[in-house]
C-alpha cells in the first residue's frame, strides 16, 4: 500500500490527522502512546489527555499504526482527503476489532447494522443547531418540522416514537408523540452524534423500529489538567446567537470531572418575503459530570437540565374557518410583523432534567457488569394564543396544557469474556417505570406505565466473516386514569412481543465491506395515539385518537455495501420494511372549528405500511486539493391495505457539494472553501396524486433547489492553540419555498438566507 498521489508530489501536503487514544473498556485517554504512518515510518506520541497530531501529510491512503506496552497494537487503513479525526480504542484483550473508527462507533451497535458518526469538524459545523437539524447532513436523515424552530430527526422516512434517542446512554423520554416536541437534547454536551438506521429494537428496547441515535459526551479526564472548549454562533435569520462553554479536568487518583453550559437567543425568523411573527428561541442548559476509574471499576454521576422557551407562529392559530381556508387557498399568512425578540402566546416552555449513574466492573473472572440507573423529568407547558378570558386564572397566565412526565430507566448488562478469541456476546435486562400528570385543558389522561425487557446477543468472528444473532422479550403494562361524563374510568393495556435480530458482516478486502441484517421490532401504540380528543397547540392542530389500535410489528431487511479506495470512498444501502398495524396522522375532510379557533383535524388511523428505498453517498478526490462528495436518499412508502401511498413521508433528495482545501494561506492553517446544492423532489406520492386536495388540506409543494456556501480556517495563537473559524451561507439565492416535511406548510414559506459565524476555541 502506497500513497495516494506520487504524481502529485510536488504541491503541498498541508492534510494532516488527528484523534485521541482511548483504553477500549473504560473510555479513558492513554498518555504516551505511540502513533504513526506506516507508509511514511513518521509519528508522535499522544500528551497528558491521549490526544495526538501527524502534520504536513499529502493525500492518499495510509495506514494508521497505534501501540503501547500492555495493549494490542492496532493498525488501521484511512484515505486521507483533506483532513481527518481519527479516534483509537486500545485493548488489553485478545479480541477481534475491525478498523478503528468502526469500532469506536460500534460499541452498542451490531456490525451488520448501517451506522454514520457526526464528529470531528462535520460535527463543528453545526454547532448552535437543533439536534434535528444537525443530523440532516447525514445520508438517509432528514426532518419533521413544525415551523421554523422545531425539528424532529426522520431516519428512512420514520420519526417520533419510532426512533429511540439515548442521550449520554440514557433512553430519552420526553412528550415524543408530538410532531412538534423537538427532543430536549443540548447536542454541544457531545462529541460525537451516532446514528444506527434500521430496526435496533434487541439491544435498546421496543420503540426502536426506524432507527437510534447516540448522542455521545466524551470520556471524563484524569489528569489534573484543567482544559476546555469555548463555542460561539451567530446566525443573521433572526439574529441569533449561541454561546457554550464546557471545561473539564481530574482530581488525580482516577477521578475526573466535567462541567458544561449554553446559552441561545434568537427572534423572528425571516422567509424571503416576510417575517415569521412570534418565532422567537431562548435557551438555557446546562451538565455536570463526575467519574472515578480504576482497573476493575468505573462509576460515573452525570446531571443535565435543558430549559428552552419557543414561539409558535401566530399566523398558525386562526379564527374562523374562512380565515383559515383563504389562508389555505392564497398561501399568505394572515399575521405578518416585523422582527422582534418577544416571546408571545402561542408558545412553549419546557424543561427536561436527567440524572444518571452509571457503574462498570470488571470481575477477576472476567466479563464486564454494567449497572445504569436514571430518572428524568420532563416539564411541558403550552401557551394558547388567546388568554383565557372567563377565568379565574388568567391573571396568572397558566398555561392551556401541561405535561408533566417521570420516568426512572435501570439496565442491568453483562458482556461474558471472549470464548475462543471469536465468540463475543452479552445479556441484559432493562425496564422504565413512568407516570405522567397532565393539567389544563384534556388533550390526554393521564397514565402509568411499566416497562421490561430481557435480550441476549452474541457475535462469531470467523476468518473474514462475521456473524451475529440476538433475541429480546418486552412487557408493557400501562393504566391509564381518565374522565368520561364525569366518570373515572380506569383502562388497562398490556402489551408483549419478542424482537430478533440475524446478521453477518464480510470484508471482502481491506476496502470493501459488506452487510447483511434482518430483524423483527415493535411498538406499542402510546397514550397521544389512543386517547388524543382536542386541539394541540403547538402543533396547531386538531387530534383525534383511537383506544382500539393495536401493537406495531415490523420486518426490516437491510443490505448495505462500503468501498475505501484510493481515490473513492462509496456506501450504499437498500432497506425493505413492512410494518403490520402502522400508526399514523391521517387528514380528515374538513378542519374543525372550536372555541380556541379553526385548526386543521387529524385522526390516529391504522393500516399495513411497506417503507423500502435506497441510501447512497460517494466522496471522491477530484484533484489534489480538491473533492466532490454526491448523497442520494429515495424513498418509497405505500399502503398496502388500500393500496395508495401515505401522507406526510419524505419525497427523494439530492445533495451534491464540492471542497477546496488550501491548507495554509495568509498566515492561516486548515483554510478551506465548500459550495453545495440540495435538491428536495416534489412528494408525488400521495393518496389521490400530487394535485388533489381530498388526502390534504393543500397539495404538496414543489420541489425547491438551495444552494449554500461554507468555508473554515484555523487562526494559530501559540504552538498548541489556535481559533477555529466557520462560515456558513445557507439559501443563498433566498429561494422561497415549502418543505413537504413541515405541517406549518399550510401556513408560511420556509426561513430565507441565513449566513452563520462560528468560533471554536480550546484551552
Known amino acids: 500500500m502506497g500513497i495516494l498521489f506520487p504524481t ?63 495493549y494490542k497494537q ?59 437539524d444537525a443530523l440532516r447532513t447525514v445520508t438517509g436523515v432528514t426532518t419533521l418540522q413544525t415551523g421554523s424552530s422545531i425539528a424532529k430527526p426522520v431516519i428512512h422516512g420514520m420519526h417520533s416514537n419510532r426512533i429511540l434517542i439515548l442521550n449520554n446512554g440514557i ?25 444506527i438506521k434500521g430496526a435496533a429494537g434487541v439491544r435498546f428496547g421496543s420503540d426502536a423500529i426506524g432507527g437510534v441515535i447516540l448522542v455521545e459526551p466524551a470520556p471524563l479526564p484524569t489528569t489534573k489538567t484543567v482544559h476546555g472548549e469555548l463555542n460561539l454562533a451567530g446566525f443573521t435569520n433572526g439574529r441569533q ?92 399568512p394572515i399575521v405578518k410583523s416585523g ?19 452509571k457503574t462498570d466492573w470488571k470481575p477477576a473472572s472476567g466479563g464486564t457488569w454494567s449497572l445504569t440507573l436514571a430518572r428524568q423529568l420532563d416539564d411541558r407547558m403550552e401557551y394558547d394564543l388567546h388568554r383565557p378570558r372567563n377565568d379565574s386564572l388568567a391573571a ?61 446477543i452474541e457475535k462469531l468472528k470467523l476468518n473474514r466473516w462475521e456473524y451475529e444473532a440476538g433475541l429480546r422479550y418486552d412487557y408493557r403494562h400501562m393504566q391509564v386514569f381518565r374522565y368520561e361524563n364525569r366518570v373515572l374510568e380506569k383502562p388497562l393495556f398490556v402489551f408483549r412481543n419478542f424482537s430478533g435480530t440475524v446478521g453477518a458482516t464480510y470484508s471482502i478486502n481491506d476496502q470493501w465491506t459488506a452487510r447483511f441484517n434482518a430483524g423483527t421490532s415493535w411498538r406499542a401504540p402510546n397514550v397521544s395515539e389512543l386517547f388524543s380528543d382536542g386541539v394541540h397547540h403547538g402543533a396547531a392542530a386538531y387530534e383525534l385518537g383511537d383506544r382500539t389500535l393495536q401493537p406495531e410489528v415490523a420486518y426490516n431487511l437491510n443490505l448495505s455495501t462500503e468501498y475505501t479506495g484510493k481515490k473513492v470512498q462509496a456506501e450504499v444501502g437498500l432497506f425493505y420494511n ?67 401511498p401515505i401522507v406526510m413521508t419524505p419525497p427523494n433528495r439530492w445533495e451534491n457539494s464540492l471542497r477546496y482545501d488550501l491548507g495554509k494561506w495568509a498566515g492561516l492553517q486548515d483554510v478551506f472553501v465548500g459550495a453545495g446544492n440540495l435538491w428536495v423532489a416534489r412528494q408525488n406520492r400521495v393518496p389521490g396524486g400530487p394535485h388533489s386536495t381530498t388526502s390534504d388540506f393543500i397539495p404538496p409543494p414543489p420541489a425547491y433547489s438551495l444552494w449554500n456556501l461554507t468555508a473554515g480556517f484555523a487562526i494559530p495563537v501559540s504552538e498548541k492553540r489556535q481559533l477555529d473559524v466557520g462560515i456558513t451561507v445557507t439559501n443563498l439565492f433566498n429561494t422561497v419555498y415549502r418543505d413537504y416535511m413541515n405541517r406549518f406548510r399550510y401556513y408560511a414559506d420556509d426561513p430565507g438566507r441565513n449566513a452563520s459565524v462560528r468560533l471554536k476555541w480550546r484551552f
Open 74 to 132: 492496532v493498525a488501521q487503513s484511512v484515505t486521507l482527503v483533506h483532513t481527518s479525526e481519527q479516534n483509537v480504542l486500545l485493548t488489553e484483550d485478545d479480541i477481534h476489532l475491525q478498523d478503528v473508527n468502526v469500532t469506536a462507533q460500534r460499541a452498542t451497535a451490531l456490525s451488520s447494522q448501517t451506522v454514520s458518526q457526526l464528529e470531528g469538524k462535520a460535527l463543528d459545523q453545526t454547532r448552535g443547531q437543533s439536534l434535528g
Open 396 to 456: 396568572l397566565n397558566r398555561p392551556e396544557l401541561r405535561f408533566r412526565l417521570t420516568t426512572y430507566t435501570g439496565d442491568l448488562i453483562f458482556e461474558h469474556k471472549p470464548l475462543a478469541n471469536k465468540l463475543t456476546g452479552s445479556v441484559g435486562i432493562s425496564g422504565f417505570y413512568q407516570f405522567n400528570i397532565m393539567n389544563g385543558r384534556p388533550l390526554i389522561p393521564n397514565f402509568r406505565t411499566y416497562n421490561a425487557g430481557i435480550f441476549w
Open 8 to 70: 502529485f508530489a510536488q504541491h503541498p501536503c498541508d492534510c494532516f490527522i488527528k484523534g485521541v487514544v482511548l483504553d477500549r473498556d473504560s473510555r479513558q485517554p492513554i498518555p504516551g502512546a505511540a502513533v504513526f504512518i506506516k507508509e511514511l515510518q513518521k509519528g508522535t506520541l499522544t500528551d497528558a489527555e491521549g490526544h495526538y497530531r501527524i502534520d504536513q501529510l499529502c493525500q492518499g491512503q495510509y495506514t494508521v499504526v497505534s501501540s503501547i506496552l500492555g
Open 171 to 195: 433512553r430519552q423520554e420526553g412528550q415524543q408523540w408530538g410532531s412538534e416536541h423537538a427532543p430536549e437534547i443540548d447536542p454541544f454536551v457531545a462529541n460525537r452524534i451516532t446514528v
Open 578 to 644: 413492512t410494518i403490520r398495524d402502522y400508526i399514523y396522522l391521517k387528514p380528515q375532510a374538513e378542519p374543525v372549528l372550536t372555541i380556541r379557533g379553526a385548526f386543521p383535524a387529524f385522526k390516529y388511523t391504522q393500516t399495513d405500511a411497506l417503507y423500502a428505498g435506497l441510501d447512497a453517498s460517494l466522496t471522491a478526490v477530484l484533484l489534489p486539493k480538491l473533492s466532490g462528495t454526491s448523497k442520494l436518499s429515495l424513498l418509497r412508502v405505500q399502503d398496502v391495505v388500500l393500496d395508495q
Open 339 to 357: 422582527f422582534s425578540y418577544a416571546i408571545n402566546r402561542p408558545y412553549q416552555q419546557i424543561a427536561h432534567d436527567l440524572l444518571k449513574w
Open 241 to 332: 446567537g449561541v454561546a457554550s462553554l464546557q471545561t473539564e479536568g481530574g482530581f488525580g487518583k482516577g477521578f475526573g470531572w466535567r462541567v458544561q453550559g449554553t446559552l441561545k437567543r434568537g427572534g423572528n425568523i425571516r422567509t424571503p418575503r416576510y417575517f415569521l411573527d412570534n418565532t422567537g428561541i431562548s435557551e438555557q442548559n446546562v451538565s455536570a459530570a463526575l467519574g472515578y476509574r480504576s482497573a476493575r471499576l468505573r462509576s460515573e454521576l452525570y446531571y443535565s437540565r435543558f430549559a428552552t422557551r419557543l414561539g409558535i407562529f401566530s399566523g398558525s392559530h386562526i379564527g374562523s374557518l374562512s380565515d383559515l381556508q383563504d389562508v389555505l387557498e392564497k398561501g399568505e
